[in-house]
Every structure is written in C-alpha cells, then in structure tokens.
C-alpha cells in the first residue's frame, strides 16, 4: 500500500489555503480593487470613449494593454460591445434600445444586463451596422474573437495559482464587476434616478456628481448630452477619473482628445441678437437651457418663501420647482394638473414657462431659413427685456452677450 507524502501533501494543502504569495486579506482585497478598476479603466477609455463614441485617439501601448486586459478580465469583444452601445444612443429608451429600463424595467436591466448584453451580441444586424471602425488587426481576429473564454480562463488560472483556494472568489468578483456596475448600474439606474444637469431627450441622470467607482460612467446624463465628448464632467464639482487618466496619457504623447463637451463663449452684449449669437445659442443649447431651468427653479424658491410668510400651503409649488423647468413629455402625467394650477396661481411663472417653450423653438424649428431664425431669436428677447421680470430680463442680455 502507498502512504501518501505527507511533505507534498502538507504543501498542497497550504497552497490551496495561501497561494504561493501567503498575502493577508486586505492585501487580496486591494488587489481585487486594482485590477477591477483596470477592467472599468479599459471599459470607459477604451471601449466607450475612444472605440464608441470617437472621442479620444489612443496610442498603442494603451490600446494593446486595454485590449489584453478586457480579453483576460471580461471576456468581451471590441466590436460587439461598442456595437452594443452604439445602439444604445441610436435607440435610447425605445423598444430597440438593448438595455433602457424605461422600457425593459429597472429590475430587469440591472439584475440581468450580462443577459441582454448576450443577447443582443447575437443579432447580426446589430454587429454588422454598427460595429464598424473597431479593430480588425490579426491578434483580434485570431486571438481575442477565436478564444474568448480562454482568457478569462488565463485570469482564474493566474488567481487561484496566487491565493490558492480564495482565487476564485477573486475571480468570481472580477467577472462580475462590470456585468453588475456597467451593465446593471449604469444602463440601469443611470436611466431611471439620480440629478440631471441637462434636459437630454432620453432618460439618463447623473449617479452622483463624483465619478470614481465606475471611472466617470457615474456621469451618465452630462455623457447622454454630450455623448462624444471625451470629459464626462462639466461642473465645477463633478469629478470624472476617467478623464483624469486621459489627461495623464495625453501628457505623456498616450492619447489625443478630438472633442470636448462645448463651452458658451461670452463677450460685449450686443444691441441686438445677430446670426452669430443665433449660432451660438443652438451650438449651447443644453447649457443655454439649464441655465434657464435655474432661474426658474429660483423663481418658484422666492414664490415658496413668499408662501410660507404667509403661513400658505407650498406643496403645489414645491412639485412645480422639481419639474416645471422640465420637458413637458419627462412630466409624469398625474403632475400635470398641479403644474397648471402653479402656473395659473403665479402670471410670473407661467410667463417665464411660455417663454421657455418659446426658445426650444429656435431649434426645434428645422425647417426655419437662419434669416426667420434670427428673427425670431430678437423678438424673443425683445419680449424678455420687456416682461418686467428682472430674470428674462438678465437671461436675455446674457444671450445677446453670446458668441460662436
């Protein structure tokens, strides 16, 4: 009979309990974190920004490194995941859309994206339209496209021979990062709660104003606004470390940003709005119509104030400031009634409410001529410095102040 050697034994047992490296837990920890954050790193830069949208050139050695890593660390392919999310922006929040929870549920996007993402990277038709322009070289076509499960393969060998036993939990929380952060949370919650800066036509919101977890993608309605932007924040205290590694890698000659989210230019205030004012106004129209959603939301502050001076019921003008500044279609339905009832309470309101449906004119009207345009810009504020509310009134001047 052959007794086993104890010797042997004894070392598989502790490997299977320490791996090779022996390292305490919070050190496993730390390097699970790093080496997701390199897969949500690959995704956001990569994947999104530069493959996707366009908006960065990335030099080689960052392209080679993301390509490997999303091919050990998630087992995606280039072409089926920008395809994907282009289709997204093409589609967003209809019945074509891969992944909107406005018309798939929140549950459903959020606990099962992996599954639509699967699904959806069977549609030929998807692939084919609108995956063009990604790499095509023979490392992809051979390599990542031929053996996608062998690198993740390559990743769980790697973890297990580091820290034994526990490298697979490691590797369980590495595959699943990005199925539950990018395509629950982001595609998910990022279309169903959170702030918006911008009143883009689809549902996206801003996680929060602080995009660290999820490399910037927290950032989703400033992103949805400006979608081939390469800097996903645009406020003062919004923070995106996506962009901030674009920049390190622009500095060092890694990178080339081709586009950024546009920036209203100011100058002297005109004597009247002109066809480059005009231009500017269309070019800045997301900022131009934020800036107005905070003159009303002041509006409707000053009028609440007024009517608790006054001992007054607010809550019809507490609904009005969370949504009367926006689109009358992102409106539930049930509100419609009480927003009337501010307006109809409040002639001051209702002007600046008018007026504001007025202005999405001046893009909304394609089939104006620049001439009738123009036009209609100067009567706009020819009536706004005529109301007698100092708000249109500073607005307008600020207009007239705009420059392409």
Not at 236 to 254: A, N
């Amino acid at each position: 009979m052959l007794l086993p050697d104890w010797a042997v034994l004894t070392s598989a047992i502790d490997w299977l309990a320490h791996g090779v490296l022996d390292l305490s837990w919070w050190q496993i920890v730390l390097y699970t974190l790093v080496t997701t954050h390199f897969t949500i790193a690959a995704v956001t830069i990569f994947l999104h920004r530069s493959q996707a949208h366009r908006s960065l050139d990335l030099g080689p050695i960052p392209s080679h490194f993301f390509r490997f890593w999303l091919w050990v660390g998630t087992g995606m392919q280039t072409k089926e995941w920008v395809a994907i999310h282009r289709k997204h922006h093409a589609k967003c929040e209809t019945e074509d859309d891969p992944h909107s929870p406005q018309t798939r549920g929140l549950s459903t996007v959020m606990w099962r994206g992996a599954e639509l993402y699967r699904s959806e990277a069977s549609n030929a038709e998807t692939i084919q339209k609108f995956g063009h322009g990604t790499p095509d070289d023979w490392i992809e076509r051979n390599v990542y496209m031929r053996f996608g499960w062998q690198g993740v393969g390559l990743m769980l060998i790697l973890n297990v021979i580091l820290f034994g036993g526990l490298g697979l939990t490691v590797w369980a929380v590495q595959m699943l990062w990005i199925p539950f952060w990018a395509a629950g949370v982001v595609n998910g919650v990022g279309h169903f709660w959170g702030y918006r800066n911008f009143e883009a036509v689809d549902a996206s919101t801003n996680l929060v104003p602080w995009g660290i977890v999820i490399g910037g993608e927290e950032l989703h309605n400033n992103h949805h606004t400006y979608p081939t932007s390469a800097k996903f924040s645009v406020k003062p205290y919004e923070f995106d470390i996506g962009w901030f590694y674009i920049s390190l890698m622009q500095k060092i000659g890694w990178a080339k940003v081709k586009k950024v989210a546009p920036k209203m230019q100011l100058g002297q205030v005109k004597p009247v709005a002109d066809e480059k004012t005009l231009e500017a106004v269309i070019a800045n129209r997301y900022e131009v119509m934020a800036r107005y959603a905070r003159g009303v939301r002041k509006a409707c502050g000053d009028e609440i104030e007024m009517l608790k001076a006054r001992k007054a019921d607010v809550s019809v003008m507490q609904t009005a400031k969370r949504w009367l500044h926006r689109d009358n279609d992102k409106v539930p339905a049930r509100l419609h009634s009480k927003l009337a009832e501010a307006r109809a309470a409040h002639p001051v309101l209702d002007k600046m409410i008018t007026m504001r449906e007025e202005l999405r004119q001046l893009w909304l009207n394609t089939s104006h001529s620049r001439e009738q345009l123009t036009a209609d810009l100067q009567a706009w504020c020819q009536r706004a410095e005529a109301s007698g509310i100092k708000a249109l009134q500073d607005f307008s001047m600020r207009l007239r102040a705009a420059h392409a």
